[in-house]
């Protein structure tokens, strides 16, 4: 009795024989780079860039950066967006190395003052998370001469239904009540502050296009309604994301046209005081995430009690989410594959267990697979987000993995 395991990318899913990732086979990839292996295919990101462009033409597009920060990764990815989002200094420090000042923004709880002069300094803006937070970047700025670029974040009072990871509607650290805003909204603006806009972002891998379109609307009222309450017209509302991909068996994607056409019909009937403002979608996993392959080589094979498993060199130490270990209740199975034979008939139940001696690590739980020998290449898909710097690389002490970013030869 093997368990199902979720569906390939669609890049992915239809091929026969040795498994392609930008082109080139699993396995020249692997010679060149050695196991284990993140193979990031930009071409695919460019792809879902264009499916957004098509289906939002008139909104910006945003990048949230902690889903894949890997310097190469992002500066094949900030030529693509408008803006990038980042979660911390380094983060910021990063994405200054490929985008202008400008298009940076800067959210998450808990920044400290040099983080906050950090931002202040480059121009870029902060999402403000707290009352205190703008008062510590005001009196940054005025020590240091300089006008801070600041939106407030807002803990919206509605969250995005069916997200994997709700984050309005309740107690949060991230943003301010809705209820406190507009209140905050008039303190930066009195104290001269650039005050830029709203940030308002109601969850994440939501699957449900009914929900993200509701929450869209949800959203874009609130901000109007601070708007109106704060007295002043913001230059952008950044209208969060939360757009899910498949990960898991059942799962279907996102309608990216229906949600477009929704938010530009809500866009046409919103209210006077939002006339002039931009609007912005962030983006993380729904851009990045179908693009990346994690490729493992197996170890052993070995027998136990009835069970197959196939022991590959890498495990959750990279590619935690893959382990269900990283914001999930019930362990469910990634998209896999043995990569020399992809689509063949499955010949056995096996389970693909790491190296990591703890029983946590279990990358694919009894899944029918054709039959894989020592040697062999394991893939795991849906490795281009939250997976190398979402992991606990140092548990255990073994090598870190190397990540390649595939180009067209
Ligand atoms: C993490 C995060 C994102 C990206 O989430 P995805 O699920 O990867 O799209 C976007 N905005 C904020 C504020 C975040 O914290």
């Given at each position: ?6 569906p ?11 498994l ?17 292996l ?83 300094t ?41 997200s ?51 929450t ?5 009222a ?41 938010l ?11 006339a002039n403002?931009?609007f ?8 990045v995430?179908?693009?990346?392959v994690y ?15 196939l ?43 790491g ?29 281009g987000?939250?997976?190398l ?5 140092g ?15």
């Amino acid at each position: 009795m093997s368990k199902p395991f979720g569906p390939l990318p669609p890049e992915f899913a239809d091929q026969t024989g040795a498994l392609t990732i930008a082109g080139r086979p699993a396995a020249d990839w692997t010679a060149d780079h050695g196991s284990p292996l993140f193979v990031y295919d930009p071409t695919i990101v460019a792809t879902r860039v264009a499916g957004f462009r098509a289906a939002f033409p008139s909104i910006d597009l945003h990048y949230a950066i902690k889903a894949n920060p890997w310097p190469p990764f992002l500066a094949a990815v900030a030529p693509l967006v408008d803006g990038l989002d980042v979660a911390s200094a380094g983060e910021l420090a990063t994405a200054l190395t490929v985008k202008p000042a400008k298009a940076i923004s800067f959210a998450g709880p808990g920044k400290r003052d040099a983080e906050l002069e950090a931002a202040i300094t480059a121009g870029s803006t902060l999402n403000v998370e707290s009352a205190g937070e703008a008062r510590r970047a005001l009196a940054i700025g005025e020590r240091i001469g300089v006008t801070p670029r600041l939106a407030v974040r807002v803990n919206p009072d509605m969250e995005l239904k069916g997200s994997g990871m709700k984050m309005g509607g309740r107690p949060s650290p991230f943003g301010i009540d809705a209820e406190h805003a507009a209140a905050v909204v008039r303190e930066i603006v009195a104290a001269g502050a650039d005050w830029r806009g709203f940030h308002i972002f109601a969850g994440s891998q939501a699957l449900d296009t009914q929900a993200i379109i509701d929450t869209q609307a949800a959203t874009l009222a609130l901000a109007a309604r601070l708007a109106e309450e704060a007295g002043a017209q913001p230059l952008l509302v950044n209208l969060g994301g939360g757009f899910g991909i498949p990960y898991f068996p059942g799962d279907t994607p996102v309608d990216i046209a229906r949600i477009g056409d929704a938010l530009a019909q809500a866009l046409a009937g919103r209210p006077d005081i939002l006339a002039n403002s931009r609007f912005a979608i962030e983006l993380g996993r729904w851009l990045v995430g179908e693009c990346g392959v994690y490729l493992a080589r197996i170890v052993d094979r070995k027998e136990s009690r009835g069970e197959t498993f196939l022991v590959v060199d890498g495990g959750l130490h990279h590619q935690l989410a893959a382990s269900g270990n990283f914001g999930t209740v019930v362990r469910r199975n990634y998209p896999v594959a043995i990569a020399h034979c992809m689509n063949a008939e499955p010949e056995e139940t096996v389970s693909i267990v790491g190296c990591l001696c703890t029983p946590l690590d279990r990358l694919a739980d009894r899944v029918a697979l054709p039959r894989a020998e020592v040697g062999d290449i394991v893939a795991i898909f849906l490795a281009g987000a939250y997976g190398l710097t979402a992991s606990p690389a140092g548990f255990l002490g073994h090598p870190a993995p190397s990540e390649v970013l595939g180009r067209a030869s």
